[in-house]
């Protein structure tokens, strides 16, 4: 069966520096959230889409921006990026009318 | 607001022996809970849900929880441990309707040994 798909898996950057991790849900999945996770930390929510629109927004920095296509993938842009932003962003997905969340594998960010 | 307590942020059992996960949530609407399961390096895997139907709910790989409101808890359990359920679990919490956020809680590593 198809998963959300991220990418990419791995990225490296330096601080103050931008990076764009995309999402792209299961298909016919509507609805798309971001998820923040630092090393032995909780998942924290950062902010989902619903039908292109933004639907809810949690604990995210104002250097972070996000947005969901016409094609329903999902775009997290995060600029002058901070040591501390350094963690495990995973996407998730779920579809019209069904409240389970399914995650893809995450985007590694590792800032220097 | 809604928050999830997990119990113990390390849990070791014997292979064979009953695994029990301790979630406690605070809710002021009815809420959906879920177990996740996060295996090293990887994405979180859904193990169960309940969304107010038949309070015990089963899951894959022979998990299954108790949703107890008078005790506000969704324990995870499981009869005999295997090796392969070593991981790091997540109880969460939501609203009910669409795009609710989940509020997860601080997980729980199982360890299973010989």
């Known amino acids: 069966a198809a998963g959300v798909i991220q990418s990419p898996r791995h990225l490296i950057k330096e601080k103050r520096e931008t990076a764009t991790l995309k999402c792209y849900p299961i298909?016919?999945?509507?609805?798309v959230y971001w998820y923040q996770q630092g090393p032995g930390q909780d998942p924290q929510f950062l902010i989902s889409?619903?039908?292109?629109?933004?639907?809810d927004k949690g604990s995210i920095p104002d250097r972070f921006s996000a947005q969901q296509f016409s094609d329903y993938h999902s775009e997290l842009n995060m600029s002058s990026l901070e040591l501390g932003d350094s963690a495990l962003y995973f996407c998730?997905?779920?579809?019209?009318?069904?409240?389970?969340?399914?995650f893809g594998p995450g985007t590694r960010l590792t800032v220097l | 607001a809604q928050s999830v307590t997990q119990l113990g942020s390390h849990v070791s059992v014997s292979e064979g022996a009953l695994v029990l996960l301790r979630c406690n949530y605070s809710s002021s609407v009815p809420p959906y809970l879920f177990w996740y399961v996060q295996y090293p390096n990887q994405g979180l895997q859904l193990l169960l849900k309940?969304?107010?139907?038949?309070?015990l709910v089963k899951g894959i790989n022979g998990f299954e929880a108790e949703f107890k409101k008078s005790e506000t808890s969704f324990h995870l359990t499981k009869p005999s441990a295997h090796m392969s359920d070593a991981a790091e679990y997540f109880c969460a919490v939501s609203n009910t309707g669409t795009a609710s956020k989940l509020t997860f809680g601080t997980g729980t590593r199982l360890q299973v040994t010989l």
């Open positions: 298909p016919r999945h509507d609805t």
């Open positions: 998730a997905s779920s579809p019209p009318g069904v409240d389970t969340q399914y």
């Open positions: 889409f619903y039908e292109k629109m933004q639907s």
């Open positions: 309940y969304t107010s139907a038949a309070t």
